[in-house]
């Protein structure tokens, strides 16, 4: 009894009065009515608005406005909107002026090649008409069958993707469906296209970020091979990075030539004189540095006032007595122009031997590229036994060097501590007069 009063009470609900068919389309300001003749009964407004003052839509065939996008491959008929009732349709609105068929594509190719040719003379802006007007509307809805009007109705909403597409189509946002998905879903595309932007935006400025740590990466690196390669030799130095011992960079060398140089007239008893000395052995030091760029010679290291130079090793090579001979004819020349306070007092001596020495790496934290042998200790009392302004060498470094190119005076015996007595000869250039 209970359920035969409910389902009559629902049917006196759901019996609604005859309503005027506009105002279904105000509800969908985007719908349309179709008849069983496939004409175009009732527009919604906004269609209307968006179509223009073009040639009338209501009573024209909507074949001729109207093409399916979806379901595919299926034709727009009378039969097919009433059997696919159920199924979604998707529906684009034909707002170019030329949208009738055309079966052999000749229209198309003529526009194509009118819009070509404008843009090719740089006149489209004011002949080819704006995007916004021509571009298609794409709509999606339900078809819904009036049996007291014998018309089917297209309850829609547009396809729009991102927000910024609606201008395009002369939408706006307050058209789109209150009560439907349109309006939520363009806003809800749009917050998420903020949210990729607000994203690729980080991206890019990690990007750039990472490009910079590269670049100061690179600039580190080559400033860390300088800082390396000043107190190893560069081939000496690729070996340690290869992952080899320390060890495996001793080398015995048959034939190298070392140098000595120190500094002499240099005294401090004063803070101020104390300064003084440093700057003078900077100033020189500097010097001597930009001068064994130019010959093929190795620094060694500074001890103090005496600066240790070597040629041929690590890399060999015949020429190791002469390369150290003309970059001490060099060093004596360039202290003398030097212009720098108490230069009148500092003076410089070079002592030079040349002969067999053990090279190789030695230390871990503060790692230097060190020679052995008599050959070092010689050259170093060659040096301690010459005077101011004068390169004392040894005899085997005087065979060593061509007889036509220098010139030699010969010092006689000279006690040598360690040594004895042995013959020695200070080292002129030609052009060198006494």
Not at 232 to 238: Q, Y
Request: aromatic letters at 8%; charged letters at 25%.
């Amino acid at each position: 009894m209970k359920e035969r009063i409910l389902k009559g009470t629902l049917a006196q609900v759901t019996t609604l009065p005859p309503f005027p068919t506009y105002q279904l389309l105000e509800l969908f300001p985007f719908g349309i009515i179709i008849n069983p003749a496939m004409n175009i009964m009732g527009i919604g407004q906004r269609l209307l608005e968006i179509w223009g003052n073009k040639e009338p839509l209501l009573g024209s065939p909507a074949n001729k406005h109207f093409k399916v996008r979806r379901p595919k491959d299926i034709p727009f008929t009378w039969k097919n909107l009433l059997y696919l009732r159920k199924v979604l349709f998707e529906i684009e609105f034909m707002r170019n002026e030329d949208h009738t068929e055309d079966p052999d594509g000749k229209k198309a190719l003529k526009r194509d090649l009118v819009h070509q040719a404008l843009k090719e003379t740089d006149i489209t802006q004011n002949v080819l008409p704006s995007e916004p007007d021509t571009k298609n509307v794409l709509l999606k809805g339900q078809m819904k069958h009036i049996a007291d009007i014998n018309a089917v109705i297209f309850l829609c909403s547009p396809i729009i993707n991102d927000i910024d597409e609606l201008p395009e189509y002369g939408i706006f946002l307050s058209d789109l469906n209150q009560h439907g998905l349109s309006k939520e879903m363009v806003l809800a595309g749009w917050q998420h296209n903020s949210k990729l932007e607000h994203m690729f935006d980080r991206a890019e400025e990690r990007s750039d970020q990472l490009e910079r740590n590269y670049e100061l990466l690179d600039t580190w690196k080559r400033r860390g091979d300088d800082l390396l390669y000043s107190m190893i030799p560069k081939t000496v130095a690729d070996q340690l990075r290869s992952g080899n011992s320390p060890l495996s960079t001793c080398e015995s060398f048959e034939a190298v030539t070392i140098l000595f140089c120190e500094l002499v007239g240099l005294h401090s008893s004063t803070v101020e004189e104390a300064m003084n000395v440093v700057s003078s052995m900077n100033a020189i030091f500097l010097c001597f540095d930009t001068l064994i760029d130019n010959f093929k010679v190795y620094k060694v290291e500074t001890v103090g006032q005496i600066y240790m130079v070597a040629s041929g090793a690590p890399e060999r090579t015949q020429s190791h007595a002469q390369n150290i001979a003309d970059l001490s004819l060099c060093m004596v020349k360039e202290v003398a122009n030097l212009k720098i306070p108490s230069m009148d007092k500092v003076g410089i001596r070079i002592g030079i031997h040349s002969g067999p020495a053990v090279a190789g790496v030695v230390g871990l934290k503060v790692p230097r590229y060190c020679f052995f042998g008599d050959t070092v200790n010689t050259a170093s009392r060659m040096q301690s036994t010459s005077t101011s302004g004068n390169i004392n060498i040894s005899v085997t470094t005087k065979d060593l060097l061509p007889q036509n190119r220098y010139r030699f005076e010969n010092r006689g015996l000279v006690k040598v501590k360690g040594k004895g007595e042995m013959e020695t000869y200070f080292l002129f250039d030609q052009e060198t007069m006494r």
